[in-house]
């Protein structure tokens, strides 16, 4: 503005400060539909189980939600399974137990994994541990171990 309080006439009107520019108005997501539609999956069978279960948890329904952890993309990996750990009851921890077993999810996963089920009540947490303890290559073995120990828990 000059001295008057008026724009000069060749000033270019002012635009909004946050508006992103033209190329970068598109979707920027690095999602595909695909993968999109596995985390909304995984996400529903997850708010499935958020309610204790008469029947309780299955072998399948363990196998079917490592299944389906399994299919979600490696990018939103980490905010699901938070979401899981964080929605998923002591009465349904059992589901838990398909991830944790896995070792093909790699030692970040299985102890983040771990450590929720350590939080756990012991009637959930201990059929767990009992079951991981069988695998001496797991890298979350001396650590079962070393619990199931203290607490007098006795390994299978």
């Keep these: 503005r000059d001295g008057t309080g008026r724009r000069p006439q060749d000033a270019p009107e002012p635009g909004p400060v946050d508006a992103a520019p033209p190329s ?22 997850v708010d499935g189980w958020m309610e204790a279960r008469p029947a309780g948890v299955s072998i399948k329904d363990a196998e079917d939600f490592r ?6 993309p490696d990018e939103s990996r980490e905010e699901c399974l938070h979401r899981a750990l964080n929605l998923i009851p002591d009465e349904n921890a059992l589901l838990l137990a398909g991830v944790l077993l896995d070792k093909s999810f790699g030692k970040d996963v299985l102890e983040v994994v771990f450590n929720d089920i350590l939080n756990r009540d012991d009637s959930a947490k201990l059929p767990i541990l009992k079951n991981l303890y069988r695998d001496r290559t797991h890298p979350c073995w001396a650590d079962a171990a070393w619990i199931l120990d203290v607490t007098g828990a006795t390994a299978p």
């Design 24 to 45: 970068q108005e598109a979707d920027d997501s690095s999602e595909s539909d695909g993968d999109r539609r596995e985390v909304d999956a995984f996400d529903a069978l």
């Design 67 to 72: 299944k389906a952890f399994a299919r979600v």
